[in-house]
């Protein structure tokens, strides 16, 4: 515990509660418990998209592997949507936890919080699924496509547009029970989800022969399973949250903080959105072959990419307790921790994924004539995924504390970048210059984060409590907006 830090009382006391890890926990050892649970989850989703490709690829069809590719951007969309009330409201929570150890008034406002953000969730993505189902031709054609992946590609769509609620309230979900430092409830609750849309896709997929139909159908059931999950969790544990319809409100010192960092997600999600369509539309025109791919060579790479974000992610509610709480020193030491772990860990896994790259995307794929391309584009996202690992770290303390203008900065940098790269690299380069325009836009994003944060130092050092009430109730201001 840091020294300069008054003893606090409640919950934050009790070695091994969720509060305690949050609050006075060695820095390693808050880590370890925020951290590998989710790595873990993480892991394991990862994982299943690549079953779940395999269970796709073993119907031995080309236009199924690229119906699946062709729809991620809509996933993109849903998770956007539960991201904008999730990030946002369970930094806040998160913060508001943290001056609480100064101020209880602070509680108080965590059930308006959380419910606004389940509500507005389900709210929001209630409203874009039925917008999607009635527009649901021009989605798909918007996609990218036709021929033999157009009817596949709508009956994956339309089943994952029809639980857009569902799978939006899961997300942010997730995020409210992070907030409270409950890494490993969330790692139950994600691990479980995975091995039921896995038995689901056996189910729905080899057995009732539902094709990617089946595919969509089980990933809203698993997620239907989450929302009851942390649902029921929140209601039975958590001290402060309450997703009750009495405590939802339209208050501008919960709506401003909570959509003004969720605005930021929802940027980037709309741009890594906006990357996915132009990816599928510019590689659509080299055929059905590097399509599918990149879609299988996307999900490989994705392995150490979600290990990095286990730690990006799972560090943002010890971040934010810390910078609500004032604890100077111990937002900087779970900082510099959490660099080490992400530089350590990209470049680690990054490394033995590409000795292996090519064994390993041929486990997936046994067409030869797939594997040069597919080989290139695991390359490509492997150097991406270094760069992006220090951005996920960046803007994880920019939400923490509140940066939501650094934040938005970030996420519009990478999608005004990306479309004259993609573009360009296309025009001059062909399909290569498609596979590393990613690449190259991360890397400029990245050195966007490094600037952002130099800017942004003093701001945090203002917002910092230092221990005392007085700037503790400043810090609870500024959380409120």
Not at 24 to 53: D, E, F, K, S, W
Not at 459 to 475: H, Q, T, V, Y
Request: proline share 4%.
């Amino acid at each position: 515990m840091n020294p300069s830090t008054p003893e606090s009382t409640g919950p934050s006391d009790v070695t091994g509660t969720n509060r305690w890890y949050l609050s006075t926990a060695p820095i390693l050892r808050a880590l370890i418990h925020l951290c590998v649970p989710m790595a873990a989850a993480m892991i394991v989703g990862a994982l299943y998209n690549l079953i779940n490709a395999g269970v796709v690829g073993s119907l031995h069809d080309t236009a199924l592997l690229a119906a699946i590719t062709l729809g991620s951007p809509i996933l993109g969309l849903v998770m956007a949507v539960g991201n904008v009330f999730g990030v946002g409201g369970g930094a806040m929570i998160s913060r508001l936890l943290g001056t609480a150890e100064h101020d209880p008034g602070a509680a108080a406002q965590i059930k308006h919080v959380s419910s606004f953000s389940f509500w507005g969730s389900l709210i929001a993505g209630a409203v874009i699924g039925s917008a999607g189902l009635l527009l649901l031709k021009p989605v798909v054609s918007l996609l990218g496509a036709d021929g033999a992946a157009g009817p596949a590609t709508t009956a994956f769509v339309g089943v994952m547009l029809a639980f857009v609620p569902v799978l939006a309230a899961a997300v942010c979900l997730e995020q409210l029970v992070r907030a409270e430092g409950a890494a490993r409830q969330v790692m139950i609750g994600l691990i479980a989800s995975v091995i039921a849309n896995l038995v689901f896709d056996l189910l729905f997929i080899l057995v009732l022969h539902w094709g990617v139909a089946g595919a969509a159908l089980s990933m809203g059931l698993a997620n239907l399973g989450i929302v009851i999950y942390f649902g029921l969790w929140l209601a039975r544990n958590s001290e402060h949250a309450s997703l009750a319809p009495r405590w939802f409100t339209l208050s501008p010192a919960v709506l401003r903080p909570v959509l003004g960092v969720g605005v930021g997600t929802l940027l980037q999600s709309a741009f890594l959105i906006v990357t996915a369509l132009v990816l599928n539309n510019l590689a659509a025109a080299y055929g059905d072959g590097p399509l599918a791919a990149m879609g299988v060579a996307v999900r490989i790479a994705q392995v150490p990419e979600f290990l990095v974000m286990g730690v990006t992610i799972g560090v943002l509610p010890l971040l934010a307790y810390s910078y609500g709480k004032g604890d100077r020193n111990r937002l900087s030491a779970a900082l510099r921790a959490s660099f080490t772990a992400v530089a350590t860990i990209s470049v680690l896994f990054a490394s033995t994924v590409f000795v292996f790259r090519e064994q390993v995307f041929a486990a997936f794929v046994a067409n030869p004539d797939m594997l040069g391309i597919g080989v290139a584009i695991l390359t490509a996202q492997l150097v991406a995924m270094i760069a992006n690992s220090f951005t996920g770290l960046f803007t994880s303390l920019f939400q923490a504390t509140g940066r939501a203008a650094a934040a938005t900065v970030m996420s519009v940098t990478q999608g005004v970048l990306f479309l004259p790269i993609v573009f360009l690299g296309n025009l001059w380069f062909g399909l290569p210059g498609i596979i590393w325009a990613l690449t190259v836009t991360e890397g400029a994003v990245f050195l966007v984060g490094i600037a952002m944060w130099f800017a942004s130092r003093a701001a945090i050092d203002r917002g910092l409590a230092d221990g005392s009430p007085e700037r503790a109730e400043e810090a609870l201001e500024h959380a409120q907006g």
